[in-house]
C-alpha cells in the first residue's frame, strides 16, 4: 500500500472522497478488529476496509493489490 496510495492516480480519490486510517496489525484498535472480523477473506495482510461514517462495514479486500483495481474500487465506491 504505501507504493499505491502516494501515486497522482489514486492520492486524489482517497483525499477527495475518504478518511484513512493506518492501524498496527499486531495491535489493532478494537474498532479495527470489529469492522474486520466482517471481511470474510481476510487471510492475508494488509487489509484494506472501507466503512461508512458510522463504522458500519462497507466493503474490503485483503493481500496485495494494484493500483488500477484499487482505483476502480474507489471509484465505484463514490459512485453509490
Not at 11 to 36: G, K, R
Amino acid at each position: 500500500m504505501q507504493a499505491v496510495i502516494p501515486r497522482p492516480d489514486v492520492a486524489p480519490l482517497l483525499q477527495e472522497h475518504f478518511v484513512a486510517v493506518a492501524s498496527d496489525c499486531d495491535e489493532p484498535e478494537p474498532e479495527v478488529i470489529e469492522i474486520a472480523q466482517q471481511l470474510e477473506d481476510a487471510m492475508m495482510l494488509p487489509f484494506v476496509l472501507f466503512a461508512d461514517a458510522e463504522g458500519k462495514f462497507i466493503d474490503g479486500y485483503a493481500g496485495v493489490v494494484t493500483p488500477p483495481y484499487l482505483i476502480k474500487k474507489l471509484t465505484e465506491l463514490t459512485s453509490k
